[in-house]
């Protein structure tokens, strides 16, 4: 690979240290990745190779994942006409945003609502953010919001209510109906 160090060109192998600034054409490739062909950039490998060291920057992912709406005790028929999610992960730091648009069918559940398919585990609690139309929520409440069930090791995420001055509740999944609609985000650290 021919690197620029300090404006002189020359080849170095994996073996020596690169001492002031470098610079590179293409892409890098770390933990034994192969560099992208197209852009710029550095290539993570496909699996994590995990470092030891807090400070180190040992991977990188996007991706898409399907989030299934679901009723906590009984699961119930949610199908999404329109449900798409994606995801960036940086590290341990995971932002993972997600889609509904209205369902075919919507019945059936029992219990609060939830949203399965995050693509990781938390390693504890996360609150995200929810935009929603035609979820039917109690009238007192001033906000819903998405959050991990459960303190770490989960993947499945829950519908909460806010009130003003006053206990929240999880939503029940009887509050979707066929023309609910539903954007979220939420970021955390994965375990």
Known sequence: MAVV????TGITTPAENVT???TFATTIGVGNATPAASG???????TQSA??????LDDYEEGTWTPVVRGAGTAGTYTPVTVDGTYTKVGRLVTASFRILGFSAATGG?????????????????????RFQ???IAGSAVMVDVEFIGSSGTTTLNFFESYNNAAGQDTPISSVSTSTV??????????
Not at 5 to 8: A, F, L, M, R
Not at 51 to 56: E, G, K, L, M, Y
Not at 113 to 130: K, Y
């Open 5 to 8: 160090i300090n404006g002189t």
């Open 20 to 22: 002031g600034t470098a």
């Open 40 to 46: 710029a950039g550095v290539t993570f490998p496909a």
């Open 51 to 56: 470092s030891s060291d807090a400070n180190t």
């Open 110 to 130: 029992t219990g609060y609502m939830q949203l399965t398919g995050v693509p990781f585990a938390n390693a504890g609690p996360s609150c995200g953010a929810v």
């Open 134 to 136: 035609y979820l039917t």
């Open 182 to 191: 539903l954007f979220g985000t939420i970021t955390f650290s994965a375990a």
